[in-house]
Structures are given as C-alpha cells and as structure tokens.
C-alpha cells in the first residue's frame, strides 16, 4: 500500500510538473512574455501550438519506446524534457528560440501519460485504479495553482520564475526514479496496436477529444492576455483568476467516483456543457469583470473532469492496452489544442474576443455529439 501511494504521489506530481508548468504556465505568463518578445497573438498561437504538436510527437515515442526502455524510464524522460524545455524558456531571446523551448517542455506532456497508465493498471488492484488515474490526472490542476501562486510572489519575472519550474522539475525527476516500478522492458503492451482504432466507438472518442482540445486552447494560451487587455485586470488579479483554476480543477480528482455513480456518458457530456458555458462567460466577463473569477474556476473542474472521463472512456476501449487507451484520447485533445491555438488567435486578431470565444464555445458544445454507449463502455 505504501508503495502505492508514493507511486500515485510521484506520478501526481510529473502530472502537475508536465501539465501545470510545462504546458499551461505558458498562457499565464504569455502577457509578459509577448511584450519582451514583440509576439503578435497569431505568433503566440503557434507557439502555443508548438507544445501541442510536440505532445502528439512524445505519445507516440512514449508507445514505440516503452516496450523497449520500461515505464520507469520512459517517466524520467518525460520530467527530463520538462526541466530542460523550462529552464531553456527561461534565457529564450526571440519568438523562434522560445518555440523550441516550449515544444521541448510540451514534448514531456506525451511522455508523461503512458507509462503513468501502464503503472497504474500493473501496480493497483482493479477496484481503485479509476480513483489513482483520477487522482494522477488531477495534477494539473496542481502544478496550475503552482504557477498561480508564484506569479502572484514574482510578478511580471517570468525569466525567474521558469528558472524555478526547472528546478522543481529536477527535484520530480529524482523522484520518479524511486518512485516508479523497475520492470523488464519487454513486455506484451509495447508498440502501437493500429488494429484497435477499428474497434467501435474509437472514431467518436477521437473526434469528441479533437473538439474539446481545440476549443480548450481558447482559455489555456489565450485567457490571461484576454483578462488582461478586455477586462483591464493586473497581473495580481489574473494570477488569482488562474489559481482559482486551478484550486476549483482539483476537485476533478473525483471523477472516478462520479463516473462509477453516474456514468461516463453523462459526466462527459456535463463537463463539455459546462467548459462552453465558462468561454460564453468569459466573453460576457466585461460587462462584470469580477464574474471571470466564477468562469475560471467552472473551467477549471470542468476541463480535469472532461479530460479524467477521456481517459477513462479510452481505458473502457481499450482494457487490454490501458496506455493506449489513455493515451489516444490525450493525443487526440493535443492534436485538437495544436489546431486550435493559432486559430483562436488569427480570429481573435481579425474579429476580436467578442467573436472568437462564443465561437470557440460552440466547437466544444458540437464536442457532446459523441458519447460512451450506455452499455459496455458506459462504466469502468
């Protein structure tokens, strides 16, 4: 049991690391970073694109590689590229040099999630498994409060404060090495299983995951430079709004329990309704800037309970290669944020917030269209 928990408590914690710092910072810190850089919104975008795209690159080596090096490798991996990726954003001169920083860092994303899954499933009984994954998959939500929180202590020194991310980021990487189970690398869950995305009901799961990553990207690259130049808040004001994000996505350790109470289905569609409701909000948020703080944190909860009932979907699919299983729609949502950013921001520079994020709103509601099917798929 106490190996258990260490196991979850470290994969929790590259969760929050990859995610929370490695990934999502960057929007938070993107105000400043444009204006030292000189970055338009559309280059921000891509930038912001570049560590989607990276993802999508690192779940594929993650599957391809993990056969071959063992979950506990493949994990220090992925906290490596996150400590490099960072601690080379931190000394980025130009908007290309900050590209590949950023992509190194989204890179540990996609290698992050795999060998987690891979773990989970070897290491803890079957009944608790959805509450581990829920837990690790949580994590996000941590490293977004982290990120939150040191803002708020270093404002406007986002040079010093990737420094710090890269420093913790080493401190995890230590101790994923302990933490992780040393297998054999030969094992029967390598490689990529290209036949399973015949099976019924993947083509949904990926489509529904595309979507919700497009329209997620709207909040994630975009949000703080929105509070900052629509609803005029300080850089202490949107810290704040973004650690209520991430306080209110804890909350999403609890999906395993609500999809054993009420279903997948149901706690998919809820938390795809709900992240359209907090884009519409966000656009209304002018006429009473305070309300961004409520929008935030629906966004927040909802998007960890959105991405835990992906991954939960995606292990129903695929029982038998439960990495895949979270791993396609985690890639499909990377795919989907790496199409999405520069396109919020090309509509963003042509029409405006006012435009981009009700339309953004209505990609992630058309995300409901697909569901579990309520018989087999529809619990785990």
């Known amino acids: 049991m106490k190996g258990q928990?260490?196991?979850?408590?470290?994969?929790?914690?590259?969760?929050?690391?990859?995610?929370?710092?490695?990934?999502?910072?960057?929007?938070?810190?993107?105000?400043?970073?444009?204006?030292?850089?000189?970055?338009?919104?559309?280059?921000?975008?891509?930038?912001?694109?570049?560590?989607?795209?990276?993802?999508?690159?690192?779940?594929?080596?993650?599957?391809?590689?993990?056969?071959?090096?063992?979950?506990?490798?493949?994990?220090?991996?992925?906290?490596?590229?996150?400590?490099?990726?960072?601690?080379?954003?931190?000394v980025a001169s130009s908007g290309w040099s900050l590209g590949l920083a950023i992509a190194l860092a989204g890179l540990s994303t996609g290698l992050t999630s795999p060998p987690l899954a891979s773990a989970v499933a070897r290491c803890v009984e079957e009944a608790a498994r959805p509450k581990a994954n829920g837990a690790i998959n949580a994590g996000t939500a941590a490293g977004i409060i982290l990120s939150g929180f040191a803002v708020t202590a270093f404002p406007g020194g986002w040079r010093e404060l990737y420094t710090l991310f890269a420093v913790v980021g080493a401190g995890v990487t230590v101790w994923l090495w302990f933490a992780m189970p040393a297998v054999s690398g030969e094992r029967a869950s390598g490689g990529l299983p290209l036949e399973g995305l015949k099976r019924p009901g993947v083509g949904g799961l990926c489509a529904s995951a595309f979507l919700m990553g497009a329209a997620s990207t709207a909040i994630w690259t975009f949000g703080a430079d929105i509070m900052r130049g629509d609803l005029g808040f300080s850089d202490g004001r949107i810290a704040l709004a973004w650690s209520v994000l991430g306080a209110a996505g804890i909350l999403g350790a609890g999906t395993g329990l609500l999809t054993l109470r009420f279903g997948i289905g149901p706690v998919h569609r809820f938390s795809l309704f709900a992240m359209a409701l907090a884009l519409i909000g966000l656009a209304a948020a002018s006429l009473a800037p305070m309300t961004a703080f409520g929008v935030m944190g629906l966004f927040g909860v909802a998007y960890i309970v959105s991405s835990g009932a992906f991954l939960l979907w995606g292990i129903a699919l695929f029982s038998d290669r439960p990495d895949f299983g979270l791993g396609l729609p985690f890639l499909m949502v990377a795919l989907g944020q790496t199409a999405g950013a520069p396109l919020f921001g090309t509509v963003w520079d042509a029409a405006g917030s006012g435009m981009a994020l009700p339309a953004f709103a209505a990609i992630m509601g058309s995300a409901a269209f697909w569901c579990p099917d309520s018989g087999h798929q529809e619990k785990n």
């Open 5 to 90: 928990l260490n196991l979850v408590a470290a994969a929790f914690a590259l969760t929050a690391l990859s995610y929370g710092l490695g990934r999502f910072a960057y929007g938070l810190l993107l105000p400043h970073i444009r204006e030292d850089l000189s970055l338009s919104a559309t280059g921000a975008g891509w930038i912001g694109g570049s560590a989607f795209a990276a993802y999508c690159f690192g779940i594929v080596l993650a599957f391809v590689a993990g056969a071959r090096l063992g979950e506990r490798r493949v994990a220090v991996l992925a906290g490596l590229t996150a400590t490099s990726g960072m601690a080379l954003v931190a």
